[in-house]
């Protein structure tokens, strides 16, 4: 059975360093991308970056670029997004995610099979 | 910027009732690339249909979903008590990278 399983919820102060994660089971985890989405509260879902975990290929959405950094760690089956100085602005819920499960063999579909049960950062002084 | 235009906002409807739930991109997207969400409160988003039309695994036959090029549909048949929640279409563009809609909540009378 395939299972993301994040890391508990966060309080921050702004200024702080965080690091959240994801740790895949019951798959190989080197083969599929993992994804983080961030939902802030009482909004709707916002697609953050993408790590590739065989070669730590990494991608971020224009709008995270520079703002968070995202890694993995093969060796434990886990990813990570990291924030250097946190902002209130980040307070939201964030959910890691693993497409391209459903390849049927000769069409990738890209959706996000497979959602982490979400990490709530809360950033307050 | 390929956007996806999610309506209704919001529905409220009753159990047995037929629910059309309308996702509309700004452009002429891929097929295979359109997914829908199911997001109960509390909860994470749950994968319902991928490939514009394939229904995940363990997804009830009440869910459909279908169209192409700019307009989608996720059809819920008979509308059940457990099926409230917030419905999100999604996107690949390409060169991984991803866009939702802004979601539309169903609720049960």
């Known amino acids: 059975e395939v299972q993301l399983l994040q890391s508990g919820a966060e309080v921050k102060q702004p200024g702080e360093s965080l690091k959240i994660s994801c740790k895949g089971s019951g798959y190989s985890f080197s083969n599929y991308w993992i994804a983080w989405v961030r939902q802030l509260p009482g909004k709707g879902l916002e697609w953050v970056g993408i790590i590739f975990p065989a070669d730590s290929d990494t991608r971020y959405s224009p709008s995270f670029q520079g703002q968070v950094t995202i890694s993995v760690d093969t060796s434990i089956n886990t990813a990570y997004l990291q924030w250097s100085s946190l902002k209130a602005s980040d307070t939201a819920m964030y959910y890691c995610?693993?497409?391209?499960?459903?390849?049927?063999?000769?069409?990738?579909?890209?959706?996000?099979?497979?959602w982490g049960q979400g990490t709530l950062v809360t950033v307050s002084s | 910027e390929i956007v996806l235009t999610q309506s209704p906002g919001t529905l409220s409807l009753s159990p047995g009732e037929r629910v059309t739930l309308s996702c509309r991109a700004s452009?002429?997207?891929?097929?295979?690339?359109l997914t829908w969400y199911q997001q109960k409160p509390g909860q994470a988003p749950r994968l319902l249909i991928y490939g514009a039309s394939r229904r995940a695994t363990g997804v009830p036959d009440r869910f459909s979903g279908s169209g192409s090029g700019t307009d989608f549909t996720l059809t819920i048949s008979r509308l059940e008590p457990e099926d409230s929640g917030v419905y999100y279409c999604q996107h690949y563009v390409a060169s991984l990278t991803w866009t939702f809609g802004q979601g539309t909540k169903v609720d049960i009378k």
């Open positions: 995610a693993s497409p391209g499960h459903n390849y049927d063999g000769s069409n990738f579909y890209h959706s996000f099979d497979y």
């Open positions: 452009q002429s997207v891929r097929s295979n690339y």
